[in-house]
């Protein structure tokens, strides 16, 4: 820029009308210039012809400056502009800023993709039309109007989703622009289009919704079949429990033939019964009737009910279980189940001559019932599979012991189901310990 | 010795029932569905009906409740395969005098069936 200082002249008339040399003159101060001028040519006849170049010489390098001046604060512009629009053409949401009569200022190409904003109406430039597009793209475009308008007179941010008239699915933020004065002059929406995220999200909730249906319904078809299986299982046994009866002598072959039917008959029941158990828990069916239970009182009956089958392994029963242990909160049925399955795993995997200890202490608020076995124990890399169906141990002669393989899958969602756990611990030829604790009740 | 009725779909859970009570001495008549039943309950005079609750007809639960219309005492007891908790004292509620579950113990069920019997009068 040429300095106003190349015209001493014109320097010095400006610095007594307080302009400043470096910044373009204001108009008030162009004013008094030109009275200073006009009032300088009157007073000075004596060298009127100098003043006179003097000025033609100003007014040549006043345009200069004008031009000059004027270069400037457009190529600024340009450039600022220039910043602007690279700023809003590279960011990956769609921009629209709008002012306060909603006339957009400036949006990006994203935008006007999302907003589906006619080519030939783009060219065109119409600010107000545009924005008029830009809304009427939305589903719901009567509530947005409302709620922008509502929005330019709050200064707060807004977030909200907007649901296009093409079906996709916009996540809008809308934040107010002010001058350094605080007055809101206008709105800058950032829009990203989440359809793709929100299809994902939707199909993923919908595999969720139809994998649960049909485990339900595999459930509920489970435990339907299972007390259809049962009437069958019913003449199967009786029947052969029936001829066992019978006066006339059977041969040995034949006896034994049909004690296999009754056993095998009533092993598949039992496997029925635990999958109807299994498939009852898994379909929500299971309803506990929670009571208080004196713990010795469910030992007992657990212990009772394994005992023909300890005495004819030879292991030994051994209760333990001090009186002033306090109640527990459980279904009674379910109680004795779970104890059931864990005193008749312990004894199937101890060998003659081994014990079986059943004993109960008050652990916090719960009771722990542990039940331990001087039985073969369980290697470490088998202990992960405890839990599952039909993950049965195997005895170390490779026998598979009686039961169903499903006994502690059931057991652990039994214990689950009263707010309790189970936890085991095992030495490999030493034995095992299983602990379930059980809330106090 | 008392007259039972056996009302039950299954032919072999029928016939064993019904051999099993032939066994201790009573007198057994069966029938495989509801109107079966009713048509039996017609004709002849039972000390006791040992019930299915599915059974086609209606369902044990509807005979049930015709014979409670005009005779509260004899014996009627429920005879299912189903085990859910609940189930007992739910038949008790709706007028059985006694519920027995499948599967039977063929050694017990005879002495359990005439548990439920009224002594001579």
Redesign the interface.
């Given at each position: 820029m040429m300095p106003l200082t190349q015209h001493p002249l014109l320097a010095q008339l400006l610095r007594r009308v307080g302009a400043n040399e470096a910044e373009p003159p204001t108009l008030d101060a162009w004013r008094d210039l030109l009275k200073l001028v006009s009032q300088m040519y009157y007073e000075s006849d004596h060298d009127r012809d100098t003043l006179e170049r003097s000025i033609e010489n100003s007014s040549r390098d006043m345009q200069q400056l004008y031009q000059d001046l004027k270069h400037r604060t457009e190529s600024e512009r340009v450039e600022q502009e220039a910043i602007m629009r690279a700023t809003l053409e590279s960011a990956i949401e769609g921009i629209m800023i709008v002012d306060n009569k909603r006339q957009v200022i400036a949006m990006n190409k994203r935008f006007a993709e999302m907003a589906q904003l006619p080519e030939s109406e783009l060219a065109q430039r119409d600010q107000r039309v545009l924005a008029a597009l830009a809304v009427k793209s939305v589903k719901t475009a009567e509530s947005v109007l409302s709620r922008i308008d509502g929005m330019q007179e709050t200064d707060g941010t807004w977030r909200d989703e907007l649901e296009l008239i093409n079906g996709s699915v916009i996540d809008y933020f809308s934040a107010p622009v002010r001058t350094p004065d605080g007055t809101q002059v206008a709105r800058v929406g950032f829009f990203r289009d989440i359809t793709a995220e929100r299809h994902a999200h939707q199909q993923l909730e919908q595999a969720r919704e139809a994998a649960e249906a049909a485990s339900k319904a595999k459930s509920l078809f489970l435990a339907n079949i299972s007390h259809e299986l049962r009437t069958p299982l019913t003449a199967v046994i009786g029947l052969a429990d029936l001829l066992l009866l019978e006066r006339d002598p059977l041969v040995d072959r034949q006896r034994e033939y049909l004690e296999g039917i009754a056993s095998s008959g009533r092993h598949l029941l039992a496997l029925v019964n635990d999958v109807l158990d299994l498939a009852k828990i898994e379909a929500g069916k299971q309803e506990l009737t929670l009571r208080s239970i004196p713990v010795h009182e469910a030992i007992e009956e657990g212990l009772t009910a394994i005992s023909p089958l300890a005495n004819a392994r030879g292991v030994s029963l051994e209760p333990a279980t001090r009186n002033d242990v306090p109640n527990v909160r459980a279904d009674r049925v379910r109680l004795r189940q779970i104890l059931y399955n864990l005193i008749s795993n312990a004894v199937k995997f101890t060998d003659y001559g081994g014990v079986v200890r059943v004993r109960a202490r008050q652990d916090g608020d719960r009771v722990a019932i542990a039940v331990s076995d001087t039985g073969v124990g369980i290697a470490p890399a088998d202990l992960s599979r405890l839990y599952r169906s039909f993950e049965q141990l195997k005895l170390p002669s490779g026998d598979r012991p009686g039961g169903t393989g499903l006994g502690l899958a059931l057991t652990k969602r039994l214990v689950e189901m009263h707010g309790g756990t189970i936890d085991v611990e095992s030495e490999l030829g030493v034995g095992t310990t299983f602990t379930v604790r059980i809330p106090v009740g | 010795m008392a007259r039972i009725l056996v009302v039950e779909d299954?032919l072999?859970?029928r016939?064993?029932v019904f051999?099993?009570l032939v066994l201790r001495g009573h007198d057994v008549l069966c029938a495989a569905g509801v109107s079966d039943g009713r048509a039996q309950l017609d004709s002849v005079r039972f000390d006791a009906v040992l019930l299915d609750i599915n059974i086609p007809g209606g369902g044990g639960e509807l005979l049930l409740q015709e014979i409670r219309e005009y005779n509260t005492v004899i014996p009627v007891i429920a005879f299912t395969?189903?085990?859910m908790?609940?189930d007992r004292e739910r038949f008790l509620a709706e007028g059985f005098t006694g519920h027995l579950s499948?599967?039977?113990d063929?050694?017990s069920f005879g002495e359990t069936v005439e548990s439920y019997l009224l002594p001579p009068a």
């Open positions: - | 299954d072999w859970s016939r064993l051999e099993l395969a189903s085990a908790a609940g499948k599967p039977i063929v050694k």
